[in-house]
């Protein structure tokens, strides 16, 4: 079995700061690129930035500047550190890692079981 879980969520006032944590535990042999995504009510959920095994970063024009990802491949975790958030960054936020179990050969997407974030202005 594979897991990812988010941590770190909550109510911020504007032009706060949060850290967001996901660890992937369990059978796993490998794992790949590991972004962050959020649903905001109504919307659909959208990319907010992913990082590669390698450490290479993507980043939306929403996020860019005020939110960085980043890594510890050693704990299988990956972080979302958003500064100057804003109330439209409102939302509930999921981690995606793409990961290889030991019981297969085959890579799939897992995804956490998301963490909200409120922005209050």
């Known amino acids: 079995q594979v897991q990812v879980v988010e941590s770190g969520g909550g109510l911020v006032q504007a032009g706060g700061s949060l850290r967001l944590s996901c660890a992937a535990s369990g059978m796993i042999r490998s794992i790949n690129d590991m972004g962050w995504y959020r649903q905001a009510p109504g919307k659909q959920r959208e990319l907010v930035a992913r990082?590669?095994?390698?450490?290479?970063?993507n980043y939306t024009d929403s996020s860019k500047g005020r939110f960085t990802i980043s890594r510890d491949n050693a704990k299988n975790t990956v972080y979302l550190q958003m500064n100057s958030l804003k109330p439209e960054d409102t939302a509930v936020y999921y981690c995606?890692?793409?990961?290889?179990?030991?019981?297969?050969?085959?890579?799939?997407?897992?995804w956490g079981q998301g963490t909200q974030v409120t922005v209050s202005s």
């Open positions: 995606n890692a793409e990961i290889t179990s030991i019981y297969s050969t085959v890579r799939r997407a897992y």
């Open positions: 990082i590669t095994g390698g450490g290479n970063t």
